[in-house]
């Protein structure tokens, strides 16, 4: 049963490594929710403050935090156009996530946006959706928000209060 689990989480990766190699690419505007009229504070809290703020908050599965090598290794992410970030997700039994990217340069968002988009793309594969059938609403429901040169995606059944959390820090409260 561990070694199925091991080829699935490899065969994932590879997936994800291959949708990032090849440029994959969302149409039309990503998928981005933007936010309109409602842009970051300069008080607002770091991508790390925000997630402790969820962590104290939620229960949540046991996240891995990815470093900069990870984002680029697996999700064709280049840590170095991001000012503060933090992606964290879950093992692979549970779909949860919390990615939130503030983009250093304006000009690099579409790009970023891209990959993400890519990510979000994966997790809502029907491959993706057969292996956690049991997640598969909490996954179909997810979708990239904007504010300013900030991402953010939450996977989660807690996802509008974590969203709350996550837009209470981008405006410093």
């Not at 090849?22 to 998928?31: A, H, M």
């Not at 692979?92 to 983009?103: G, S, T």
């Amino acid at each position: 049963m561990m070694k199925k689990n091991s080829f699935v989480v490899l065969g994932v990766a590879m997936l994800t490594a291959m949708l990032c190699l090849t440029g994959c690419s969302r149409s039309g505007d990503g998928g981005a929710t933007a936010e309109a009229g409602q842009e970051v504070a300069a008080n607002a809290l770091s991508a790390s403050e925000i997630y402790d703020n969820i962590k104290a908050a939620y229960t949540l599965p046991d996240m891995y935090e990815a470093d900069a090598d990870w984002l680029m290794n697996y999700y064709g992410i280049d840590a170095g156009m991001l000012s503060d970030y933090v992606f964290a997700e879950a093992d692979e039994v549970h779909a949860d996530r919390v990615i939130i990217l503030n983009v250093a340069d304006e000009s690099n968002v579409p790009a970023v946006e891209e990959k993400l988009g890519a990510v979000l793309d994966q997790l809502q594969s029907p491959e993706m959706l057969s292996y956690l059938p049991d997640q598969a609403d909490v996954i179909k429901a997810a979708s990239i928000k904007k504010k300013g040169n900030i991402l953010y995606l939450v996977i989660s059944a807690d996802a509008d209060g974590i969203e709350g959390i996550i837009e209470n820090g981008l405006l410093g409260k």
